[in-house]
């Protein structure tokens, strides 16, 4: 595990039929711990992780098994001051740009699931995993409080509501669109709630016409479900199969429809490029995929769905996750609240009013 100071890495990917079938470093250990992961976790994550330990190990400039909880502390504030491209502050300070808390506990996720690979399966004993699980409180306060359980998480990330779209900034952005195919995709989003992979990963055999509803086979996790699909969105759908869709031998339904790669399933860049230049066109900057997906919940839950039902939508594996949609909707709260609050506190004062008689 020894490395050349100078030397820079770079994480290479082996494509066969367009699919990522191994990843790899130049680091013997690392890349056997890339190939450990490769069935033992979902496709994007595999390919994150391998991104995330690219980056780590271009910033430890000594043998990785002398890395220090020190030198893990140290990556962390290297990834709070590294600048990114939305510009973004951290959340929790006004240092300046730096990436999110949540991507940097990515990145110490994967930094200490590698440790934990090596100390388990390559006999180093002795080895403590380097990257520290939370800080221990030394106050007495604290201690005395919470006893020797208390702790303090190396990266804190705050639980922030999503920011569902205005109408404002939805029909300028929507009449931008200039095919059939791309209104369908935003509309999947929109109007389905679908994350533009499940979107980009939708086959031919998954929309029932007669039921209008979509198949979501390759959902968050590997879950799969079963969400309702408007009018609106099932006309735009058949447009694009009736009118745009080019013949191939795949069987996604959105498909590259111009130059050399016509006929092949359209990628994740390719529909971010679509988005990015259509956000400039319409001059709507606050237009993104999961943000459509958050106003389609938001605005259901407003027009009175369920929770329960909503969570099936969404494709949430706990309702927890699904009560954030709760918050987004302040007036029917507010409602509700007013409707139990005056038959509570009307009965209180009544009590009151007796007790004193």
């Given at each position: 595990?020894?490395?050349?100071?100078?030397?820079?890495?770079?994480?290479?990917?082996?494509?066969?039929?367009?699919?990522?079938?191994?990843?790899?470093?130049?680091?013997?250990?690392?890349?056997?711990?890339?190939?450990?992961?490769?069935?033992?976790?979902?496709?994007?994550?595999?390919?994150?992780?391998?991104?995330?330990?690219?980056?780590?190990?271009?910033?430890?400039?000594?043998?990785?098994?002398?890395?220090?909880?020190?030198?893990?502390?140290?990556?962390?504030?290297?990834?709070?001051?590294?600048?990114?491209?939305?510009?973004?502050?951290?959340?929790?300070?006004?240092?300046?740009?730096?990436?999110?808390?949540?991507?940097?506990?990515?990145?110490?996720?994967?930094?200490?699931?590698?440790?934990?690979?090596?100390?388990?399966?390559?006999?180093?004993?002795?080895?403590?995993?380097?990257?520290?699980?939370?800080?221990?409180?030394?106050?007495?306060?604290?201690?005395?409080?919470?006893?020797?359980?208390?702790?303090?998480?190396?990266?804190?990330?705050?639980?922030?509501?999503?920011?569902?779209?205005?109408?404002?900034e939805i029909s300028p952005f929507v009449n931008s669109l200039l095919t059939h195919r791309d209104k369908a995709m935003v509309m999947?989003?929109?109007?389905?709630?679908?994350?533009?992979?499940?979107?980009?990963?939708?086959?031919?055999?998954?929309?029932?016409?007669?039921?209008?509803?979509?198949?979501?086979?390759?959902?968050?996790?590997?879950?799969?479900?079963?969400?309702?699909?408007?009018?609106?969105?099932?006309?735009?759908?058949?447009?694009?199969?009736?009118?745009?869709?080019?013949?191939?031998?795949?069987?996604?339904?959105?498909?590259?429809?111009?130059?050399?790669?016509?006929?092949?399933?359209?990628?994740?860049?390719?529909?971010?490029?679509?988005?990015?230049?259509?956000?400039?066109?319409?001059?709507?900057?606050?237009?993104?995929?999961?943000?459509?997906?958050?106003?389609?919940?938001?605005?259901?839950?407003?027009?009175?769905?369920?929770?329960?039902?909503?969570?099936?939508?969404?494709?949430?594996?706990?309702?927890?996750?699904?009560?954030?949609?709760?918050?987004?909707?302040?007036?029917?709260?507010?409602?509700?609240?007013?409707?139990?609050?005056?038959?509570?506190?009307?009965?209180?004062?009544?009590?009151?009013?007796?007790?004193?008689?």
């Amino acid at each position: 595990m020894r490395r050349s100071p100078r030397m820079t890495y770079k994480l290479h990917r082996e494509l066969v039929d367009g699919k990522v079938t191994r990843l790899s470093l130049g680091v013997a250990e690392v890349d056997a711990y890339l190939k450990f992961l490769q069935y033992r976790c979902r496709p994007n994550t595999w390919i994150s992780y391998g991104y995330d330990l690219q980056i780590f190990l271009n910033f430890i400039r000594k043998p990785l098994l002398e890395v220090t909880s020190a030198d893990i502390l140290a990556f962390i504030d290297s990834q709070q001051s590294v600048p990114n491209r939305q510009g973004r502050t951290n959340g929790l300070s006004s240092k300046g740009p730096g990436l999110s808390n949540r991507t940097i506990n990515r990145r110490l996720a994967a930094v200490a699931s590698f440790y934990e690979y090596l100390r388990i399966f390559h006999d180093l004993p002795g080895k403590n995993n380097p990257v520290p699980r939370s800080l221990a409180k030394r106050n007495a306060f604290w201690a005395n409080r919470y006893g020797n359980t208390a702790s303090l998480a190396l990266i804190r990330v705050p639980q922030t509501l999503p920011r569902p779209l205005d109408p404002e900034e939805i029909s300028p952005f929507v009449n931008s669109l200039l095919t059939h195919r791309d209104k369908a995709m935003v509309m999947l989003m929109l109007l389905a709630g679908l994350r533009k992979s499940e979107v980009l990963k939708l086959g031919l055999k998954d929309i029932d016409f007669g039921q209008r509803t979509l198949m979501v086979r390759e959902g968050k996790g590997g879950h799969q479900r079963v969400v309702a699909i408007s009018d609106t969105g099932l006309q735009e759908l058949i447009s694009y199969l009736n009118a745009e869709r080019p013949a191939s031998r795949s069987d996604k339904v959105f498909l590259v429809m111009k130059g050399k790669h016509r006929g092949q399933p359209l990628t994740v860049g390719a529909l971010d490029t679509i988005i990015e230049y259509h956000r400039r066109k319409a001059n709507t900057p606050g237009i993104q995929c999961h943000r459509m997906r958050h106003t389609c919940f938001t605005r259901l839950r407003q027009g009175g769905m369920s929770l329960e039902a909503l969570q099936a939508q969404a494709g949430h594996s706990s309702i927890n996750t699904t009560r954030i949609y709760l918050h987004l909707c302040p007036r029917e709260l507010q409602e509700e609240y007013l409707q139990m609050s005056d038959g509570l506190f009307s009965s209180l004062a009544t009590s009151g009013r007796s007790a004193n008689d």
